[in-house]
């Protein structure tokens, strides 16, 4: 379900989903100068009879960086794919509770895991200055590994954000909550306010207007 169609909004998901998407979206023009770089590959291959070491490991490179700030994206958007037959066929209450616990005890324990084990592999890298095994490589290794634990600061970022949308739908599930102004609630309450149809509301039917009326009641 896109952003737009949810029935509800929440201060504080939707700015911590939007400094993700942000992110996300810059880095996925890395997919242009992929494309470039496969076909500038193929041409030096195929048309000049000669291989450019460098280049096929700057595609890796690119695509690895693409991939992984893209999964952050998709977890604000929801749209990785889900294979569960039990998790679809439940209550919208457990569902929200097999979230919960999913989140708390696998993704992010998981997702901190890389995370620091992935700091101590840059900072090796970095020391011995660590460089492609081909003598015509890409110098610099630990460049393109810097990468890792910044793409997995995102993805924790938009699964700690799922997290609160989760436990919040779940507190104000079967009960639509109150519409404040944000101008009359502290700062906190406003972040973590749960607004139901609030922003995307039905458009109402026109009304006829009264002009209209009166020339039903002379042609009748």
């Known amino acids: 379900m896109s952003p737009k169609q949810q029935p509800y909004r929440i201060p504080i998901v939707d700015l911590m989903n939007g400094i993700v998407r942000k992110i996300a979206e810059t880095t996925a023009w890395l997919n242009v100068a992929l494309i470039v770089a496969i076909l500038t590959s193929i041409l030096w291959r195929y048309g000049f009879h000669n291989a450019l070491v460098f280049l096929e490991e700057l595609i890796w490179h690119i695509y690895a960086v693409a991939f992984m700030f893209g999964i952050a994206y998709g977890i604000t958007i929801d749209s990785h794919v889900r294979v569960d037959l039990i998790h ?9 509770v097999i979230e919960i616990i999913g989140i708390i005890f696998l993704m992010l324990p998981c997702m901190w895991i890389v995370f620091d084990h992935s700091l101590s592999w840059v900072a090796d890298s970095y020391r011995v200055d660590e460089h492609s095994s081909a003598p015509t490589g890409l110098p610099h290794r630990w460049i393109i590994k810097s990468f890792l634990p910044m793409s997995f600061a995102l993805m924790m970022i938009a699964t700690v954000s799922r997290l609160i949308q989760e436990a919040l739908l779940l507190l104000h599930h079967g009960k639509e909550p ?3 102004d944000p101008v009359d609630v502290g700062m906190l309450k406003h972040l973590f306010n749960v607004r139901i149809n609030e922003l995307y509301r039905e458009p109402e039917p026109l009304q006829p207007s009264t002009h209209d009326n009166d020339n039903r009641e002379e042609q009748s």
């Open 178 to 180: 109150v519409v404040t």
């Open 88 to 96: 679809m066929n439940l209550s919208r209450r457990k569902q929200h």
